[in-house]
């Protein structure tokens, strides 16, 4: 687990991960937390565990400090420290870890650069509608998503606020607070005091004294937050006492007869309350009409019955908010990712066959933007010694019905396909023996693919100059995939094809390649070294040991050869010699 605030200092995020890792050892996982911290006693021990993790191979245990603490905020113009990066990536790539959890991945701190270096599969936790500014840029959002499994938030408001930021299928976790034993009974109330919020102080304060032998408690739940004016006839009664970590808190409300929280209070301190019985006191309305506590703090009070109802049910409340109860789901959402990744295939079950190279994206002149006679295809293909390709139209099978048909008198196989447009980017069918609508939905395309005995090849699937799918499309269908391609050899930036790649290894992904070519020099910039095949299952199994081979050419020199053939059929077709 990552989490980017201070080990040394309480934090209601530091307190949920730590109680996840008591959760989750206690059901017999190995938990390790990253942190930074700004206590010398733990930055000691940290550099020397990750030096014992350098050296020797000593796996992580336990809180590893990975450097000081920088303010992760959401206006914060402070970078990490290169010397945490690097202890970071140290811990993440040279321990084996099945799952990095991270939390807070929004603000610009270890937990985002955690999602980015995690070598294996990730899980994110947003813990407050306020840190949801981070990274800035969609291009880079959409990379964030791409790498996470899971997405997770500590209550349904969160996960509703972070989904309109960061979109995908949610998850609300328990907050891990356990139920205490029942305390005695004091007559006090609490109240969890706000600067800006003093029309509450003052409502409590005009209910106490209505109500003689009460005592009120204005608990400051963050640092520097200041004191309220406390009238003079309540001086004896009202006290200020500061609890910035659960254990004070919960402290100052054992056995309380009412919890009076901050409009924008933290969920914890609800949670803590309800753990120790207290009911919570926050009328619907209180916010415009403050009087409605005074009201419900006089009830509390007068009303032992009704404040022993009200104790049970916070009780009640609080056991699916339990230790055990977060660890449980934890354990299974990282049972549900785990799960994902497909086995491997070691055996060369097509040994005796002669090894072939295979393009396994191109285009001809069926398609809009390409201007390349199917004969003139095939030629160019036998004369660079590719032994198959696959003909991929965008959103027409003419194209590839004629290449199969004329490569019949030839030493070269052609896989009939088409490259679709869906609702929610392209995805191309291999192995079909008919024309696909463009414009349908993922799913329904999909299963027009397989209706077709037909193969589902994920083009350039994080090339962000083409319509693909975004991270949710596919995380779901992540099992009807059967082939990824990890080299498109016409992507502007390289890095398109290596987060594919990356993403193809986290879930052991049958890979494929093609050279995406819309001129015949393009032809075999991007294939696969297989080994023979007949029909779709040998070729996947020949996939299984295929090798990704790399033949590029200039992508400025192929796409002004493109754009010469299209100004050419243009004046063509408008009758200009």
Not at 112 to 141: I, W
Not at 517 to 534: N, S, Y
């Amino acid at each position: 687990m990552v989490t980017p605030f201070a080990w040394s200092r309480p934090h209601p995020v530091n307190e949920h991960v730590g109680a996840a890792a008591h959760g989750l050892r206690g059901r017999g996982h190995e938990v390790v937390v990253l942190a930074p911290s700004n206590r010398a006693r733990d930055l000691a021990a940290g550099r020397r565990a990750l030096r014992q993790l350098e050296r020797e191979g000593t796996p992580l245990e336990g809180v590893v400090a990975l450097g000081p603490a920088v303010p992760a905020a959401r206006g914060s113009r402070l970078g990490v420290p290169v010397g945490v990066r690097a202890n970071l990536a140290l811990a993440l790539t040279a321990d084996d870890f099945d799952v990095v959890h991270v939390h807070e991945p929004a603000l610009p701190s270890l937990s985002y650069l955690a999602v980015r270096q995690a070598r294996g599969f990730t899980v994110a936790t947003f813990h407050s509608a306020e840190r949801l500014a981070y990274p800035p840029g969609k291009s880079q959002r959409d990379r964030l998503l791409a790498r996470v499994d899971a997405l997770t938030a500590t209550s349904e408001e969160v996960a509703t606020a972070a989904a309109r930021r960061f979109p995908g299928d949610y998850r609300a976790l328990p907050l891990g607070i356990d139920e205490a034993a029942p305390s005695e009974p004091r007559t006090r109330f609490v109240l969890e005091w706000r600067a800006e919020e003093h029309d509450r102080f003052r409502a409590a304060a005009r209910a106490l004294a209505e109500l003689p032998g009460y005592e009120l408690v204005a608990l400051r739940t963050r640092p520097l937050a200041g004191r309220p004016y406390v009238p003079r006839g309540l001086r004896d009664r009202i006290v200020v006492r500061t609890a910035l970590d659960g254990e004070a808190r919960r402290r100052e409300l054992a056995g309380a007869a009412g919890f009076v929280p901050a409009r924008h209070s933290s969920p914890h301190a609800r949670a803590e309350a309800r753990a120790e019985g207290v009911p919570v006191v926050d009328p619907p309305g209180a916010e415009a009409q403050p009087a409605l506590i005074a009201a419900a703090l006089g009830r509390l009070a007068e009303d032992g019955t009704w404040r022993a109802r009200q104790s049970e049910e916070s009780r009640r409340d609080m056991e699916r908010e339990s230790t055990e109860a977060l660890a449980v789901g934890l354990e299974r959402i990282y049972r549900s990712v785990v799960g994902r990744r497909r086995h491997s295939h070691h055996a060369d079950l097509l040994a005796d066959r002669p090894w072939i190279l295979c393009d396994l994206h191109l285009h001809t002149d069926h398609s809009h933007d390409c201007s390349m006679p199917v004969d003139d295809v095939l030629a160019q293909a036998s004369a660079i010694g590719l032994g198959a390709i696959a003909v991929t139209d965008h959103n027409v099978f003419s194209g590839a019905r004629e290449a199969v048909k004329a490569a019949a008198a030839l030493d070269l196989v052609v896989i009939p396909g088409e490259e679709v447009k869906t609702d929610r980017g392209e995805v191309i069918g291999l192995f079909l023996s008919e024309e696909i609508p463009r414009g349908m939905p993922m799913n329904d395309t999909i299963a027009a693919i397989r209706d077709q005995g037909g193969l589902v090849y994920m083009p350039h699937p994080f090339d962000r100059l083409h319509t693909i799918p975004d991270a949710t499309t596919l995380h779901r269908h992540l099992a009807e995939i059967d082939l990824f391609e990890v080299y498109n050899a016409r992507l502007l930036r390289e890095t398109f094809n290596h987060e594919a790649l990356r993403f193809a290894r986290k879930y052991n992904l049958t890979v494929g390649a093609g050279s995406d070519a819309h001129v015949l020099q393009g032809i075999g910039t991007g294939c696969v070294r297989m080994r023979a095949f007949d029909g779709p299952e040998e070729f996947l199994i020949s996939l299984r040991t295929a090798e990704v081979m790399r033949r590029p050419k200039s992508l400025v020199y192929l796409q002004g050869l493109k754009w010469v053939a299209q100004a050419r059929e243009r004046r063509t077709k408008a009758g200009v010699r």
